[in-house]
T-cell receptor
Framework: GAVVSQHPSWVICKSGTSVKIECRSL??????MFWYRQFPKQSLMLMAT?????????EQGVEKDKFLINHASLTLSTLTVTSAHPEDSSFYICSAREPGQGYEQYFGPGTRLTVT | KQEVTQIPAALSVPEGENLVLNCSFTDSAIYNLQWFRQDPGKGLTSLLLIQSSQREQTSGRLNASLDKSSGRSTLYIAASQPGDSATYLC???????????FGTGTRLQVTL
C-alpha cells in the first residue's frame, strides 16, 4: 500500500524559533498533500491543502504567514511553524493523495511538536 | 459546512463481541467516506474507503456501510479482539474530493 512518512516524529523547540516538518510519499507521486493539526482528545482539523508547484490553500483561521507550506516536488511537502509559541504545541499530521485511486488519502505517522 | 458526529464517543466490550460504530454527517454531497483507526499518540491507519456510489465495503472482520442520502455510515467489527482497541474515526470527503472532515471518534476498548 501507499506509504507516507513524516520527519521528525517529535520535536521540542523554544518559543520564538521556527520548526520545519517534512512529509514524504515514499512509493507514489502525490500531486496533493494535506496538513492537519490535532489537539489532545480532539479530532483532526485540516490546516491547508498543498498542490505541487503552486501555493497552498489555507483553511479559515489558519495564519499562512505563521504556517508556511512548500510542496516543491511530487513526493515532498514541508510545513514550517514560524516564531513558534506554546499554543502551537500540537500533533501535526500530513496526508497525501494518490491520483486516480478513488481519491483515498494516506496519512503519515504524525509529528508531536512541543514549544517551551 | 460539513459536520460529522460519531456515536458512541466511547465503548468498552468484552473480547469476542460484535459491535457497531455509527457516523452521521450533515452534507450528503460527498465523494467518498473513509474509516480510520488511530492508536494513542500515533497517526491514522486507513481501514476502509467507500465510494459515494457504493453501499458497503468489507475487509476481513470489518464491514462498513454507507447510506449517503440519509448521511449515515456504520462500521461493523466482528469478533472483536483486544488488538482492536483504538479510536475509530470516520471522515467523509467533500463533493470535489478535496477535503476530509473528521468526526470526534469512538474510543473502543476490548477487554479480555
Amino acid at each position: 500500500g501507499a506509504v507516507v512518512s513524516q520527519h521528525p516524529s517529535w520535536v521540542i523547540c523554544k518559543s520564538g524559533t521556527s520548526v520545519k516538518i517534512e512529509c514524504r510519499s515514499l512509493d507514489f507521486q502525490a500531486t496533493t498533500m494535506f496538513w492537519y493539526r490535532q489537539f489532545p482528545k480532539q479530532s483532526l482539523m485540516l490546516m491547508a491543502t498543498s498542490n505541487e508547484g503552486s501555493k497552498a490553500t489555507y483553511e479559515q483561521g489558519v495564519e499562512k504567514d505563521k504556517f508556511l507550506i512548500n510542496h516543491a516536488s511530487l513526493t515532498l511537502s514541508t510545513l514550517t511553524v514560524t516564531s513558534a509559541h506554546p499554543e502551537d504545541s500540537s500533533f501535526y499530521i500530513c496526508s497525501a493523495r494518490e491520483p486516480g485511486q478513488g481519491y483515498e488519502q494516506y496519512f503519515g505517522p504524525g509529528t508531536r511538536l512541543t514549544v517551551t | 459546512k460539513q459536520e460529522v458526529t460519531q456515536i458512541p464517543a466511547a465503548l468498552s466490550v468484552p473480547e469476542g463481541e460484535n459491535l457497531v460504530l455509527n457516523c452521521s454527517f450533515t452534507d450528503s454531497a460527498i465523494y467518498n467516506l473513509q474509516w480510520f483507526r488511530q492508536d494513542p499518540g500515533k497517526g491514522l491507519t486507513s481501514l476502509l474507503l467507500i465510494q459515494s456510489s457504493q453501499r458497503e465495503q468489507t475487509s476481513g472482520r470489518l464491514n462498513a456501510s454507507l447510506d449517503k442520502s440519509s448521511g449515515r455510515s456504520t462500521l461493523y467489527i466482528a469478533a472483536s479482539q483486544p488488538g482492536d482497541s483504538a479510536t475509530y474515526l470516520c471522515a467523509p470527503t467533500d463533493g470535489t474530493a478535496s477535503k476530509l472532515t473528521f468526526g470526534t471518534g469512538t474510543r473502543l476498548q476490548v477487554t479480555l
